[in-house]
């Protein structure tokens, strides 16, 4: 009966020494993969409760880029602009944005975790999260960069 027991306990460190094995990453070469656990996240440049992380590319170069960008509850970011289109999948939480020079937390638009967003260049807009956590990934084509507005709409110096 042991002996039986001793055969069972070394034929299941051999399936899972081969599992392991069989679940190796493809060569980076072929394919980067980035699991959640890998993401580093880094302050933004918005302040407080504002997070983001680049996990492909460089935004600051050209060329193409996917980020994210997390949002902690009651984080909005003032007016701003970006230069380059911006493709925006909400991962988690309800995002909320707003189009315009006049920072109006209360004049924004509820966009749903699944939901796609378009910025489209040199267009003015705010956004963030109320009451819970928001995650973005957002995809685009650098340089990248972000430029705050003033209320009548001209870039802060």
Known sequence: MRLRHVTHATTLVCACLVS??????????????????????????????LQSAVLAGNPSQPGPYVMRVKFGPGTMSPPHFHAETRYILVL????????????????????????????????????????????????GVGPSGTTPVDESGQPRK
């Open 20 to 49: 392991a094995a069989a679940l190796a990453d493809p060569p980076v070469d072929v394919m980067q993969i980035v699991r959640d656990a890998d993401v580093k996240w880094v302050a933004g440049q918005f302040g407080p409760g």
């Open 92 to 139: 988690k939480g309800t995002w909320w944005v707003g189009a315009g020079p006049k920072w109006d937390r209360e004049a924004t638009t509820p966009v749903p975790a699944g939901t796609l967003v378009v910025h489209h260049p040199n267009k003015i807009h705010f956004d963030g999260a109320k009451d819970e956590e928001v995650v973005l990934q957002i995809v």
